[in-house]
């Protein structure tokens, strides 16, 4: 059975998923300050196994963003990235009765546009925004 849970996983999960969709791995005492630093966590589970994840970080009142949307291969196209979508951004709207104008950001790898396009994300830039930037 499919389970969405507020809860923040260990390193070594963080990095299971992360590696399963070929993101690689971080050193635990890294991914352990980022998730602590982390305002909200949902895991996905089957029963027991973490097979799904994803975070919103940010001040909680001006800018958030969505990050690190993970579903592992043998779960993916089975409506379970949607749902961890609607679950951040039903906590998102409950960010918004504080400030109603707060602004989520994210950043879709290559290819990926169209499934956050779904969720009313628009890309840049555009006719009133620049370019998304990124300093490595
Ligand atoms: C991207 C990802 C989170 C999608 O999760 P999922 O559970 O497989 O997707 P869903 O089954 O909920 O798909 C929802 C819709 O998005 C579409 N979609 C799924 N994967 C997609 C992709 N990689 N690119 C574009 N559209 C995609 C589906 O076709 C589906 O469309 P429909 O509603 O018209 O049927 C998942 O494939 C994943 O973890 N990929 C590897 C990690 C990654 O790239 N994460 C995103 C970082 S920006």
Known sequence: MIKYIEHTPS??????LTNSVGWGCRKNSIVEEALRNTLYSLCVFDDNKLIGYGRIIGDKTIFLYIQDIMVIPPYQNKHIGTKIMENLLSKIEIYKKINPNI????GASKGKESFY???????????DLGPGMVLY
Do not use: H, V
């Open 103 to 106: 602004r989520t950001y994210l």
């Open 11 to 16: 390193a070594d999960e963080f990095n299971y």
């Open 117 to 127: 396009n779904k969720f009313g994300f628009i890309s840049r830039p555009n006719e």
